[in-house]
């Protein structure tokens, strides 16, 4: 739950943040037992009152997540208007077949309802990303390759992405978000978060 948005007299701030595997992208839950058992972002760092997440990494998820206290931004983020891509681990070797679906929009399910996503960007990396480790093995290379795509959608559903991955057939591994609009992750470490006077958000 995110704390109340500041006052409108009230300077904003702006921050961008690595999640890493296995946080919350919230700062408490109502829910004490899951106070007690998970890992919230204020953990990470002191962040002023009133900030809240921009949208959400599910606990699996890594990467870029903007916070602020400007409740009118977040809304526009979230929005249609700005992409937010992704660099997904995919198990196996993913088909130039299965990219294009991907490209073309896949049937997944939200909460029981079919449900067809929008057409995107998608392109298999041709090296695996520079990414910190993650905070958890993913798994034994004996168990078979895996491959790397860049996947760039202007929709955020639940577990979008992983669904989208497995509908193709190839189940996602690790995921991590990189890019919102013009906002780049870059090699800002895990877990670090960087204060900016302003979020540039040009698609």
Do not use: N
């Amino acid at each position: 739950m995110a704390a109340e948005p500041l006052a409108d007299t009230v300077p904003h701030r702006h921050f961008i943040l690595h999640k890493p595997w296995g946080y919350l992208s919230q700062f408490r839950s109502e829910d004490a037992r899951e106070q007690r058992k998970k890992r919230f972002l204020g953990e990470l760092h002191d962040f002023p009152p009133g900030t809240m997440a921009i949208g959400r990494l599910d606990e699996d998820s890594e990467g870029l997540l903007l916070l602020t206290t400007d409740g009118k931004l977040s809304e526009h983020i979230r929005s249609r208007h700005i992409e937010k891509e992704y660099y997904v681990q995919v198990d196996g070797l993913i088909t130039t077949a299965a990219v294009e679906l991907l490209q073309r929009g896949v049937d997944i399910s939200l909460q029981g309802t079919p449900y067809h996503t929008t057409s995107c960007k998608a392109h298999l990396l041709d090296q695996t990303p520079t990414l910190p480790p993650r905070g958890r093995h993913i798994r034994s290379d004996r168990h078979g390759p895996t491959s790397w795509v860049s996947i760039t959608l202007t929709e955020g559903k639940f577990r979008q992405v992983r669904k989208m991955t497995a509908a193709v057939g190839f189940p996602t591994l690790r995921l991590v978000r990189v890019r919102i609009g013009s906002v780049e992750l870059g090699l800002l470490a895990s877990g670090a978060a960087r204060e900016l006077p302003e979020l540039p958000l040009q698609v």
